[in-house]
């Protein structure tokens, strides 16, 4: 099974948090992990952010780069962000029920297209998987 991991779970593997033993149990033995490039500046993005506000200082910071990286390189295959995923993303932001913000659209545009499941600890996002019969992993 192929497995697409957004941000959130990203995080949550490389940044000890409440998620982190539930990242890891649900991608024990995972045949394929799928990282975009999109999910991939979202993850660089939230660990800035916990630079910024102190959490992490800027050794810790470098250390997760580096380790998201050899990590990224060794264990996942990395899939790009298509301009038709930016249309279906608008397409999927366009469908007011599902309450999506357009970050959270492409991530699932981008699921959606590689016939992965989708991992994620974004429960808005994981809800309207679901309801787009996406599957998901999430806690």
Do not use: K
Not at 21 to 45: C, K, N, Q
Not at 56 to 68: K, P, T
Not at 80 to 103: T, Y
Request: charged letters at 20%.
């Amino acid at each position: 099974m192929t497995h697409y991991l957004d941000a959130s779970a990203l995080v949550s593997m490389f940044c000890a948090d409440a998620h982190t033993p539930a990242v890891r149990r649900l991608l024990h033995g995972a045949e394929r992990l799928l990282v975009s490039d999109f999910a991939a500046a979202e993850f660089a993005s939230a660990v800035a952010r916990l630079h910024r506000a102190d959490l992490l200082d800027r050794d810790e910071a470098e250390a997760i780069f580096g380790g998201f990286d050899l990590w990224n390189a060794s264990r996942t295959l990395r899939i790009e962000a298509l301009p038709a995923d930016m249309a279906a993303a608008a397409m999927l932001v366009r469908r007011l029920a599902l309450g999506l913000r357009a970050p959270d659209a492409l991530n699932l545009a981008i699921a959606q297209r590689a016939r992965a499941i989708l991992v994620t600890f974004d429960l808005r996002m994981a809800a309207a998987a679901r309801s787009l019969g996406v599957p998901v992993a999430a806690a």
